[in-house]
């Protein structure tokens, strides 16, 4: 799951991100925290996969 996690200093300052995104870990795990559902998520982020909001949550547990 963490090969869709980058960490790049050329985007967004360094921060985790979801790869070949700008959405950053600590947004999606913010919404989460907040009440959002993963399907809300996905809908807000059509772009994303189920996988992407699964690995940010598996790297935030590391």
């Given at each position: 799951?963490?090969?869709?996690i980058?960490v790049?200093?050329?985007?967004?300052?360094?921060?985790?991100?979801?790869k070949?995104?700008?959405?950053?870990?600590?947004?999606?795990?913010?919404?989460?925290?907040?009440?959002?559902?993963?399907?809300?998520?996905?809908?807000?982020?059509?772009?994303?996969?189920?996988?992407?909001?699964?690995?940010?949550?598996?790297?935030?547990?590391?």
């Amino acid at each position: 799951m963490l090969e869709r996690i980058s960490v790049d200093p050329r985007i967004c300052h360094g921060q985790a991100c979801i790869k070949g995104t700008r959405i950053p870990v600590y947004q999606i795990l913010h919404m989460l925290a907040n009440g959002d559902t993963i399907e809300e998520l996905l809908q807000e982020y059509p772009s994303l996969k189920q996988e992407d909001i699964l690995a940010c949550i598996e790297y935030a547990e590391n």
